[in-house]
């Protein structure tokens, strides 16, 4: 039996991490959340370092992708990404989380820290270069989520309420 997955995506700030997480938890099955922080880990660079190497070298999304695409073929998952939608095109159910420039921008803040202004300036220059180099890598317009079987707006609902959306929502659709 192929793997059922849960492939969940949405921009930076979106709650993709966490609500991927909490979805994990409540149906119990393996959390693949391997990014671009992950491949800054396990090459000693940093995140900022990785994401301007990105923007000349598409070995990076290459490398991130598919190593997501290879460990969710392998068990029933939840696989929380910027594209894990569009990448999973056989994925169980497809989620879109959307959330406003100014609301993700908020929330990265919080997150990290920074001014506002800073993380303001840093996350609408991260989604123009990710929209443009996925385009350019894939031909995906992350900005057209029409593939998804289910959007949530990420600034109507706590994580916890989105996740339990989630997990209603595959349980349904899985035949659980």
Known sequence: MASRIIAISGKSGCGNTTVSGLVSKALNIELINYTFRSLAKE???????????????????????????????????????????????????????????????????????????????FTALRDKHDHERYLELYGIDNDDFSGADLTINAESFSADKIAAIIVTAFRQKAGL
Do not use: N
């Not at 991130?64 to 068990?75: H, Y």
């Not at 100014?102 to 993380?119: C, K, L, N, Q, T």
């Open 43 to 121: 090459r000693g660079m940093t995140f900022e370092k990785v994401l301007e190497e990105a923007q000349k070298d598409f070995s990076y999304d290459r490398a991130v992708d598919e190593r997501q695409v290879e460990l969710a073929q392998l068990q029933d998952c939840v696989v929380g990404s910027r594209l894990a939608l569009w990448l999973l095109k056989d994925a169980t159910l497809k989620v879109y989380l959307w959330a406003s420039p100014e609301v993700r921008a908020g929330r990265i803040h919080h997150r990290e820290g920074s001014s506002m202004e800073e993380v303001i300036g």
